[in-house]
């Protein structure tokens, strides 16, 4: 299988939908926060069942997120640790809440962000936000058909949204409109140029 392309800020793709789960955001933030994780831990702290907590951690250590230590002792003790993909991530996600309340001002973390690849971003997780209330396996029909039928991907629709418009009309007819609203309120805060021409665009008829 090959490496999954990444977006704006250098994830792929399933890391972006995976931070959308409920608890991620928060089981991040504590790992930075207590510089190790344990699994009880957490659990008392959010009330979060033992199946669910499990998957959580399995599927975080599986993206690079954390890494999962085995102390020798008895019982063994099991930590988890963010990794620095992890950190990385939550530095990302910090810097784009901040720019989400202030989108007019251009924020940096050393040279590595601009304004210009953080708006597009904002708009790629608005257009995946809207389409997986659709449902998980209709945003991958979709991501197939871009690539199969115009070469593309969801984050070259960000600067090009014309395939995205063809596919979405296609695949959902009179639901578009509902599709259009998620992705107009994920981006009402933004109210620069390009967001607005993309918006613009996915409204005509």
Known sequence: MGKSPSNNLGFPPEI???IGKKWVIQIL????????IRFGELKKKFSITPKVLSE???EMKDLGLIKKETKKSFPP????RLSNRGLKL???MKIIEEFSKKPTEIVYIGNSFDRK?????LILLAIEKSILRMGKPELKI?????????NCTLEDCVSNPSPLKKVLRKMFGNCYDDILDIMQQSLKNSDDEHTEQFLEFMKMK
Request: charged residues 40%; glycine residues 2%; positive net charge.
């Open 16 to 18: 972006i939908r995976f």
């Open 29 to 36: 933030k504590e790992g930075k926060t207590s510089k190790q």
């Open 56 to 58: 959580i951690l399995r």
């Open 77 to 80: 003790t099991v930590i988890y």
């Open 90 to 92: 939550l530095e990302s």
């Open 117 to 121: 690849k953080i708006k597009k971003f």
């Open 142 to 150: 979709i991501e197939e058909r871009l690539l199969a039928d115009f």
